[in-house]
C-alpha cells in the first residue's frame, strides 16, 4: 500500500521566500474514477479556469510494513482514523467498537505512537488503544459516537463526530462536537445537542443522515465538510460533501454556507445543501500552507484522490493527484492541530508530505489500518 507520499512543486513562481524556480516536468494527475450510475452530485462549479502556478506530481511512494493500529480485545472493525501530529507524538483517534464500553454501539478509540507506522497503543505505550468517548444513554447519540475528526485550536481539542440514537437510523444520524484539554478525556459540548442536522432536501433509499464530518482551522473559520444523504445537491445514493463555516466551534451563529457563487450566510446547519464539492463519501479535508489550497482526500478507484481549491473554493488551483494504495473505509491525512498539512522538515519550500492512514480489509466492517 502506498500511503506516504509527497507532493513535488515545480514551481513556475516561488512560493516561499528564498524558494528557487524549478524547470522538471509534471507527471499526469489520475482523474477521480467515474460514478457508476444514477444521478450525481451538484458539483460545485470552479468559477474561472486557471493556469496552476505551480505544477504538481506524487513522488516517494512508501507503505507501512503491516497493519499499524486495531483495537484489542473484541473489537470487530477498526476505520474512519483522524490523525494529529502534535510535537513528537502522532495521535489517532478513530471508530471501533469495545464490548466493555457502555452502551453497546460505535466507540471512539484513541491510541499514540512515535512513528505513523505504529503500534498505535494508549498513552503509556503499555496496553492497547483506549475507548475514549461512547454513546451518551440518551440523546441523538444515546448508541453510537463514529467518524471522529480532532482539531486543537487556543489549547482546547474539538471532537466532532457522527451520533446514532439507535441502529435504525431512519435520516436520524447527526454531527455532535466535544471538547477536551488532553484529548482523551472529552466532554460533550452544545449541551449535548446534534450541531448538523440532515436537511431533508430529499429523501433517497440512503437513510444515513448527516455524519462523517471532517474539521478545519483557518484564519479564525471553523471549517466543517460532512455527508448529507438527504441534500438537494447529493447524488442518486446519498454521495456528496457539503461544506458550512462559522467562527464559533459549535456552530450557532455566524453560520456560512458553500453555495455555487461561494459562502453565504444561512440561519442555521440544516439549510438547504446547494452545492458538493466531491462525489465521495467518508472524505477527509486539510488546508494546505505552502500551495495556499485545500485538500480534499476521498477513495476512487485510483486509489486516495486529492482534488484541491483555493481559499474561496472558487477555483481549483491545481489538477488532482491520486495516490495509490488498496482501502476501504477512510482516508484519514496526517494533519497537524489545525487540520492543516505538516511541513516538510527537509523540503518546506518544494515538498508536501502527504501521508494517509485508513483501513484496507473488509470482513464484515473495515480494519487492519495501515499507513
Known amino acids: 500500500m502506498a500511503a506516504v507520499v509527497q507532493i513535488v512543486l515545480l514551481m513556475t513562481l516561488a512560493v516561499l521566500s528564498g524558494c528557487d524556480d524549478g524547470s522538471s516536468e509534471a507527471l499526469p494527475a489520475q482523474s477521480p474514477a467515474s460514478p457508476l450510475h444514477g444521478q450525481q452530485p451538484r458539483q460545485h ?3 474561472q479556469q486557471v493556469e496552476p502556478k505551480l505544477k504538481l506530481r506524487a513522488v516517494n511512494h512508501r507503505q507501512s510494513p503491516g497493519v499499524v493500529a486495531a483495537g484489542w480485545a473484541d473489537a470487530p472493525y477498526n476505520y474512519g482514523p483522524t490523525v494529529m501530529v502534535e510535537g513528537d507524538r502522532k495521535r489517532m483517534w478513530w471508530c471501533s467498537q469495545y464490548g466493555a464500553a457502555k452502551p453497546a454501539g460505535d466507540d471512539i478509540l484513541y491510541g499514540e505512537a512515535r512513528t505513523l507506522d505504529g503500534p498505535f497503543r494508549d498513552a503509556s505505550g503499555t496496553q492497547g488503544p483506549k475507548a475514549v468517548f461512547s454513546g451518551s444513554r440518551r440523546g441523538f447519540d444515546a448508541k453510537h459516537t463514529c467518524d471522529p475528526s480532532v482539531i486543537k485550536v487556543d489549547g482546547v481539542y474539538y471532537l466532532y463526530y457522527t451520533g446514532a440514537r439507535n441502529d435504525d437510523h431512519n435520516f436520524g444520524n447527526a454531527i455532535g462536537v466535544a471538547t477536551s484539554r488532553d484529548g482523551i478525556t472529552w466532554r460533550r459540548a452544545n449541551g449535548g445537542k446534534p450541531i448538523v442536522t440532515p436537511s431533508h432536501g430529499r429523501k433517497r433509499d440512503n437513510a444515513y443522515g448527516v455524519g462523517q464530518p471532517s474539521a478545519v482551522y483557518l484564519d479564525g473559520w471553523f471549517y466543517l465538510m460532512f455527508t448529507d444523504t438527504t441534500a438537494e445537491a447529493a447524488g442518486w445514493n446519498g454521495a456528496g460533501q457539503f461544506l458550512l463555516r462559522s467562527r464559533d466551534p459549535r456552530f450557532n451563529s455566524g453560520v456560512e454556507a458553500l453555495a455555487p457563487t ?15 464539492l466531491v ?3 467518508s472524505a477527509d479535508l486539510m488546508w494546505v500552507d505552502v500551495l495556499d489550497a485545500f485538500a480534499i482526500a476521498h477513495q476512487t478507484k485510483a486509489g486516495t484522490t486529492l482534488t484541491f481549491w483555493d481559499r474561496h473554493f472558487t477555483v481549483n488551483p491545481f ?31 518544494g515538498t508536501v508530505p502527504l501521508d494517509v492512514i485508513s483501513g484496507t480489509q473488509k470482513s464484515g466492517a473495515p480494519t487492519d489500518m495501515r499507513h
Request: hydrophobic content about 30%.
Open 45 to 47: 462549479p470552479a468559477q
Open 262 to 276: 461561494g459562502f453565504k450566510p444561512v440561519p442555521n446547519t440544516a439549510a438547504p445543501r446547494e452545492s458538493s
Open 279 to 281: 462525489d465521495a463519501f
Open 319 to 349: 489538477p488532482p493527484v491520486s495516490i495509490r494504495g488498496p482501502w476501504r473505509e477512510g482516508p484519514g491525512l496526517v494533519r497537524t492541530a489545525h487540520g492543516h498539512a505538516p511541513l516538510s522538515e527537509d523540503d518546506p519550500c
